[in-house]
């Protein structure tokens, strides 16, 4: 089965960086639209950051634009999100997923391969 697996996060103090990956079972050769999601304790999981088949367009959720920067390899079958200038409201757990087309919105991921475990990012002092 195609699964997803986060890696990269950790605890860092405010106005640190970390750089979170998410590497896919199976060949993405921009097959697929790919976004990051984060939930936060007690909080409905929410968009972060998507980035197009072809790596020409990205989108991000208003409170990380100019901080996080997503990108993609498709030759490894990865995807990025650099995270800089974190804050303590971006603890949260961070996911990937994929999906056919460019899009924000979490229904349109997770059809196609299942959530995967998540990495947990803690900014704390």
């Known amino acids: 089965q195609v699964h997803l697996v986060e890696t990269g996060g950790g605890l860092v103090q405010p106005g640190g960086s970390l750089k979170l990956t998410c590497s896919v079972s199976e060949r993405t050769d921009k097959k697929y639209g790919m976004a990051w999601f984060r939930q936060a304790p007690g909080k409905e999981r929410e968009f972060v950051a998507a980035i197009s088949r072809s790596g020409s367009a990205t989108r991000y959720e208003d409170s990380v634009e100019g901080r996080f920067h997503i990108s993609r390899e498709d030759a490894d079958n990865k995807a990025y999100l650099q995270m800089d200038n974190l804050a303590p409201e971006d603890t949260a757990v961070y996911y990937c997923?994929?999906?056919?087309?460019?899009?924000?919105?979490?229904?349109?991921?997770?059809?196609?391969?299942?959530w995967g475990q998540g990495s947990q990012v803690t900014v704390s002092s």
């Open positions: 997923n994929v999906a056919p087309f460019f899009s924000t919105y979490e229904t349109d991921y997770a059809n196609l391969i299942p």
